[in-house]
C-alpha cells in the first residue's frame, strides 16, 4: 500500500475505504469490520453519511491500535460558521468516540465555509484534526481559499474516474501542494463501468476486472481513492490492485475516455446548491 505525503508532512494511506450511503448503523458498522479485517486502514465517512457512530465502534472492536488507522470524516453545511463549526469538530470527535481525526475536511464549498475553515484551522492548532482539507473544489474555489486562508487545504477530495478526469483541478492542486483525493472512483457505476469494453480489455491482459483497472489509473495519476462496497469480495477485489501496473499506452487509452463534466452532479446548478442549503442532517 502506497502512503501519500501531505503537505504538513501527515502520511496518508493512497487508498482507503468509503461508507457513502450506508446510513444502517448494524450495516455500515460490519462493513467497516470487514473492511478494516481485509487490509484497510483507512476510512472516510461525514457527518451528512450519519454513520460517524457506527464508524467508531467498528475501529474500537477491530482491536487495531488507534496510530495504525487513518480516520477522515467531514463538516456539513447546515454547520458553516466559525462557531457553528466549531462545535461541529467536537460534535464529531463524539461520536466517533476518537481523541483525534486524522483528516477533517468541509463537505460543500458553499455558504460561510471561509469562516467554518478558520474553526478547522483552529482544530489543527489544538490537536484535534492532524490534517484539514476541502470537498468539491472546483480550480477557481480551490486557488482562492489557497490564496486567502492562515493555513491552506492538505487534502481536496472531488468527484475523478475515468470518465471525468478533473485535468484542471489535478493541475491546481499540484500548484498549491494539495493532495487529490477521489469520491466516485468507479462513476458510481455509471457508464457502464464495470464492463465497459476498453477498461474489460485492459484488465484482460493484466489478469483483473475493470473496476480494478480504473482504480490502478487513479493510483498511478497519485491520486487518492476510497472505493466503497458493501460486498466483502468486492471490498477485497477493490485493494487487490497493487500487483500490476498500467503501461503508458493504456493509460493513453483510458484518456480518451474523459468527458469533460460530471454525470453525477452538477455543481453549478442553482438548484443542487439550493437542495445542499436545505438538506439538514440534524435540529
Known sequence: MNELILSNGVRMPQEGFGVFQIPDHAEAKRVVRDALACGYRMVDTAAAYFNERAVGEAIRESGLPRESLFVETKIWVQDYGHERAAQAVDAALARLGLDYIDLLLLHQPIGDWPGAWRALEDAYRAGKVRAIGVANCYPHMLADVCLTATIRPMVNQVEIHPFFQQEASLATMREYGVTPQAWGSLAEGGHGLFTH???????????????????????????????????????????????????????????????????????????????????????
Do not use: C
Request: hydrophobic share 45%; no cysteine.
Open 197 to 283: 469494453p476498453t477498461l474489460t480489455d485492459i484488465g484482460r491482459a493484466h489478469g483483473k476486472s475493470a473496476a480494478q483497472v480504473a482504480l490502478r489509473w487513479a493510483i498511478q495519476r497519485g491520486i487518492a481513492i476510497i472505493p466503497k462496497s458493501t460486498h466483502r469480495e468486492r471490498l477485497a477485489e477493490n485493494l487487490d490492485i497493487w500487483d500490476f501496473a498500467l503501461s503508458d499506452d493504456e493509460m493513453a487509452r483510458l484518456r480518451a475516455l474523459d468527458l469533460g463534466h460530471s454525470e453525477i452532479v452538477d455543481h453549478f446548478d442553482p438548484a443542487f446548491v439550493r437542495m445542499l442549503h436545505n438538506y439538514r442532517i440534524h435540529d
